[in-house]
C-alpha cells in the first residue's frame, strides 16, 4: 500500500485548502446583510475550517502511517504480514466538526424558530441532539475503521458507521423534512432542494471509503484524494453558496435602515 503522499495527492490537497478559502470569502461576500446571519456564520465556518485542516494535510502534516507497530488499535494477533497504509486522520478532524455545522445550516431551514420554553422546544432540542449525536458518531466509528488493520475490526467499524448515517438520514429526511413542509410551499422547496443535493453527495463518502485505501483498495489513493476533494468542494462551498442564495430568496433583501 501507498505510504508517501505523492505530487498529484499534494496538487489536489492544494487546490482543496485554496478552494476552501476563496469559499469561505465568497459566503462572506454572498451572505453580507441577510437577516438571518446565522446561516452566513456557519457556512462560513464550514469553510474556513476546511481550508484550514486542507493546509494541514498539503503540508504533509495531517497524516500518519497506520501499521502494526505503530497503531494502538491494532490487535497483537494480527499477521505479521499487513501492510503499513497512509491515512489522512485530518479528513476526520475536518469532518466531526464541519459536518455537525452544515446539519445545522439545514436543518434550520426546516425548523420554525421556536420562542420559549415548553414541550414543543424540549423536543425539538432532543431532535437536533439526535442528528449531531448520531452525525458525530458517524465520523468516529469511521474513523476507527479507517485506523483499523484487521479486516474484520475494519468493516464492522464501517457497518457501524453506516448505521449512523442512516440514522442521520432518518431524521432530516423524517421529522424535519416534514416540519419544513409546515412552513409553505417556498421553504419546502429549499429545504428538499438542499436536502436531496446533500444526501447524494454524502452518499459518495462511504463509496468512497470502501472503494479507497481504507477500505478494498480497488482504487488508489491519488484517484482517492482528488474525488475527496471535489466532493469535499461541492458538499461545502457549493451547497453553502446554494443555502445562502435560497434563504435570501425567501427572505428577501434586508429593510432599508431608517425604513417607516
Known amino acids: 500500500m501507498e505510504t508517501i503522499m505523492t505530487t498529484s495527492q499534494e496538487t489536489w490537497l492544494w487546490i482543496g485548502t485554496a478552494g476552501m478559502a476563496l469559499g469561505a470569502l465568497s459566503i462572506q ?8 446571519s446565522h446561516h452566513r456564520v456557519t457556512s462560513f465556518f464550514v469553510c474556513a475550517i476546511a481550508a484550514c485542516l486542507y493546509l494541514l494535510m498539503a503540508q ?25 497504509k497512509l491515512v489522512y486522520f485530518a479528513r476526520y478532524i475536518d469532518w466531526i466538526v464541519t459536518t455537525p ?28 441532539a439526535g442528528i449531531i449525536g448520531a452525525d458525530i458518531m458517524m465520523i468516529l466509528t469511521g474513523l476507527f475503521g479507517a485506523l483499523s488493520l484487521d479486516s474484520t475490526h475494519k468493516y ?11 440514522a442521520v438520514l432518518a431524521l432530516v429526511w423524517g421529522p424535519v423534512r416534514a416540519a419544513a413542509a409546515e412552513q409553505g410551499a417556498a421553504t419546502a422547496a429549499l429545504y428538499n432542494k438542499l436536502l436531496g443535493i446533500l444526501t447524494v453527495l454524502w452518499f459518495i463518502y462511504p463509496v468512497l471509503w470502501l472503494l479507497g485505501t481504507e477500505g478494498t483498495g ?9 474525488v475527496f476533494t ?10 453553502g453558496l446554494l443555502l445562502l442564495t435560497g434563504i435570501k ?11 417607516s
Open 101 to 128: 455545522l452544515l446539519l445545522i445550516g439545514l436543518v434550520t431551514v426546516g425548523l420554525k424558530p421556536l420562542s420559549g420554553g415548553g414541550e414543543q422546544t424540549r423536543e425539538r432540542l432532543g431532535l437536533v
Open 29 to 36: 461576500i454572498v451572505g453580507h446583510g441577510m437577516t438571518q
Open 218 to 226: 480497488a482504487i488508489s489513493l491519488n484517484t482517492e484524494v482528488a
Open 156 to 166: 464492522v467499524w464501517f457497518a457501524v458507521s453506516f448505521g449512523f448515517f442512516i
Open 230 to 239: 471535489i466532493i469535499d468542494l461541492s458538499a461545502k462551498v457549493g451547497f
Open 249 to 259: 430568496k425567501i427572505t428577501g433583501p434586508p429593510a432599508a435602515a431608517g425604513a
Open 60 to 84: 504533509g502534516q495531517g497524516d500518519i502511517i497506520v501499521s502494526k507497530a505503530t497503531l494502538a488499535l491494532t490487535p497483537l494477533g494480527i499477521g505479521a504480514d499487513v501492510s503499513a
